[in-house]
């Protein structure tokens, strides 16, 4: 079994190494070195949250749809080569709005399009063939050896990246994108060899609910504590989440940082986020949710803030410090409240809390990569000075947190029902980093 957890976990490092380029190191040559509106690389950024509804379809389409007696195989390949196809072109597609703008962006949206219906398609397979060959008992290994592979790969990828585009040029950019899609085809397929049987065999545990995207709103609606948790997650992670798009672009614009070192401020924050979650595995039973989940909210306040001080007061060391307190809080805010969310779930609909969570988690990421991009050329355009969009975007971010910080008081767990099973820690965590 560990062998197929590893080849699961491969799967998973290769769709996230895809997402990492794009995530980080193109949006900053965009809004950066080609000049290209902020507003317009949050839309092609947030495609794959876009189309994130499709996940309860294709995960119902699969359950039904085995092809060649393989429910989830089919599926992964196509997710993760239409990953791959989008990552490789996003580079050609940048340079080319920044010559011909119309005709980019029609193939921006071709490119990235792709890309975001292929992290779709893919994550929702890989997942459900997690659950299906893991079986109940053995879920969390499985989920904490790909939840822990995944982090490691977001940042060796992150590092790898800041080397080859250094010095940068756009035939390195364009060398290093093609390297990465490489890599995580070859570590994809090395992952689909021979990991999924046969349906036959597969069928006493292939059976799981559904739910619509309607069902999964009724849940929070109906309830008055979900609603006020929908809108508290709601703010928290558009501003969290939010920052992803504009970080390595304001570092460029700031402190004149080169791609190398913008780069290398994912890799950074992401170490942090994975400390921060190995310190809420270790506080979780000892310190209360909403006590851990208010330190990470609080943290990542205190993050935006601090990097807010970096720009008026120009310091590099600042901004170095905000970011380790982004990244600290948003690791301990992330996984206390994701507990949390378990604890606001009733008898027999968990499947569909977690189906509510992930809706809930792409529309943050939808809502805060848009936000960011239309607040930083609108804010830019009106003031004329260029790092007055950053600085209130990260303002705004901090007074969504704060608006949070003070909405989870309001937010009384004891008000559910009890008894519920909870899935474990790492689950949890991987439900979290997804």
């Known amino acids: 079994m560990l062998i197929k957890r590893l080849q699961l976990g491969l799967i998973h490092v290769a769709v996230a190494m895809t997402l990492v380029p794009i995530n980080s190191t193109l949006n900053r040559v965009m809004i950066k070195e080609l000049a290209i509106s902020a507003t317009l690389v949050a839309i092609l950024a947030s495609l794959p949250y876009v189309f994130s509804p499709i996940q309860v379809t294709i995960g119902s389409y699969s359950?039904?749809?085995?092809?060649?007696?393989?429910?989830?195989?089919?599926?992964?390949?196509?997710?993760?080569?239409?990953?791959?196809v989008g990552l490789v072109a996003s580079p050609h597609v940048a340079f080319l709005m920044a010559e011909n703008l119309s005709l980019g962006i029609l193939a921006g949206l071709l490119a990235f399009g792709a890309w975001g219906m292929g992290y779709n398609l893919s994550s929702v397979s890989y997942l459900s063939l997690a659950s299906e060959i893991s079986g109940e008992n053995g879920r969390g290994k499985t989920i904490a050896v790909m939840w822990f592979m995944m982090i490691v790969s977001i940042i060796a990828?992150?590092?790898?990246?800041?080397?080859?585009?250094?010095?940068?040029?756009?035939?390195?950019?364009?060398?290093?994108?093609?390297?990465?899609?490489?890599?995580?085809?070859?570590?994809?397929?090395?992952?689909?060899?021979?990991?999924?049987?046969?349906?036959?065999?597969?069928?006493?545990?292939?059976?799981s609910e559904t739910y619509s995207v309607t069902q999964m709103t009724s849940s929070i609606t109906q309830n008055p504590?979900?609603?006020?948790?929908?809108?508290?997650?709601?703010?928290?992670?558009?501003?969290?989440?939010?920052?992803?798009?504009?970080?390595?672009?304001?570092?460029?614009?700031?402190?004149?940082?080169?791609?190398?070192?913008?780069?290398?401020?994912?890799?950074?924050?992401?170490?942090?986020?994975?400390?921060?979650?190995l310190i809420a595995g270790a506080l979780e039973g000892r310190l209360a949710k909403k006590?851990?989940?208010?330190?990470?909210?609080?943290?990542?306040?205190?993050?935006f803030v601090v990097i807010v001080a970096s720009g008026l007061v120009?310091?590099?060391?600042v901004f170095y410090a905000g970011v380790t307190l982004l990244g600290l809080g948003t690791g301990l805010s992330t996984v206390a409240n994701l507990s949390l969310m378990f604890d606001l779930t009733m008898p027999g609909m968990v499947g569909l809390?977690?189906?509510?969570?992930?809706?809930?988690?792409a529309l943050s990421r939808l809502v805060g990569t848009l936000l960011a991009g239309i607040l930083r050329d609108v804010v830019t355009q009106l003031t004329g000075w260029t790092l007055s969009g950053y600085l209130v975007v990260f303002f705004i971010e901090a007074l969504m947190l704060a608006a949070a910080v003070f909405m989870l008081y309001r937010i009384d767990v004891n008000r559910f029902r009890k008894g519920v099973e909870q899935p474990s820690f790492v689950e949890k965590v991987a439900l979290a980093v997804e």
């Open 63 to 84: 359950d039904r749809h085995p092809i060649f007696g393989l429910r989830r195989t089919p599926y992964i390949l196509v997710g993760l080569l239409l990953c791959v």
């Open 157 to 207: 990828t992150a590092i790898g990246l800041s080397r080859m585009v250094d010095p940068y040029t756009p035939e390195a950019l364009i060398r290093a994108f093609g390297l990465v899609a490489a890599s995580a085809l070859i570590l994809g397929l090395i992952g689909l060899i021979r990991l999924e049987p046969r349906s036959d065999s597969l069928e006493a545990g292939s059976t």
């Open 225 to 277: 504590i979900a609603r006020i948790f929908f809108v508290y997650l709601l703010l928290l992670l558009a501003a969290i989440l939010g920052q992803d798009v504009l970080l390595e672009p304001f570092g460029a614009e700031a402190f004149g940082m080169t791609v190398t070192q913008t780069t290398r401020i994912t890799s950074i924050w992401g170490t942090f986020v994975l400390v921060a979650i």
């Open 291 to 303: 006590t851990v989940a208010q330190f990470g909210n609080l943290g990542a306040l205190a993050g």
């Open 314 to 317: 120009h310091s590099t060391s």
């Open 353 to 361: 809390y977690i189906g509510a969570w992930g809706f809930s988690n």
